[in-house]
Every structure is written in C-alpha cells, then in structure tokens.
C-alpha cells in the first residue's frame, strides 16, 4: 500500500520560514516523479515544485526563488524548503508521486498559515 505522509505545516508570520516533509512507503521516491501541490480556500489546487526522477525541477512562478524542494533516497523522503513566506502562500500543501504511467498518489495534506 502507497502512503505519503505530510508533517511540517503550521503558523508562520510573513518573511518566516517552514519546512515540509513528505514520508513515502509502498514506492520509492527514486523512481517516481515528486512534488508539492497547494489549495488555498476557494482557489483551485496549483503545482508548487515538481521534481522528475530524472532530477528535472519545475517551480511555480509564484515560489521560484523562495521555495526548494529536495529529495532524500536513503530514507525515502521529500521535502520542501519554503522561505521568504508570504500571505498569499497561506494553503494546504500536498505531497504527490507521479508514476510515468497511471495515477499520482496524493498524501493527506498540511496546513501552511502565513500571518501574523
């Protein structure tokens, strides 16, 4: 069974920093495309960084610059490295691994609150 499991999320004031973690089991973050997704409270979900297993980034305009993702094979993880966190970041933040074929798995979710 494929889990993916957020930790990290929480209320952070503008200009802070957070980090998010993503635990994976049942699959291995070598081989799959991962990523972050968001959704903020009457928006669509929107792509925050995604990362082919071919080492391939892609960042959303609105975090490039701010936000890091990276990928750690040993203990089968990902995180995401947000800085410089502003308002408008403010949504629930996804963990997903995007298989070459077939449906990406998503994980539960955490909350990012920027505010002060």
């Known amino acids: 069974q494929v889990q993916l499991v957020e930790s990290g999320g929480g209320l952070v004031q503008p200009g802070g920093s957070l980090r998010l973690s993503c635990a994976v089991s049942g699959i291995t973050v070598a081989d799959y495309a991962m990523g972050w997704s968001r959704q903020a409270p009457g928006k669509q979900r929107e792509l925050v960084v995604r990362?082919?297993?071919?080492?391939?980034?892609k960042y959303g305009e609105s975090v490039e610059g701010r936000f890091t993702i990276s990928k750690d094979i040993s203990s089968n993880t990902v995180a995401l490295q947000m800085n410089s966190l502003k308002p408008e970041d403010t949504a629930v933040y996804y963990c997903f691994a995007d298989p070459a074929y077939g449906n990406p798995y998503w994980g539960q979710g955490t909350q990012v609150t920027v505010s002060l």
């Open positions: 990362l082919s297993s071919f080492g391939t980034i």
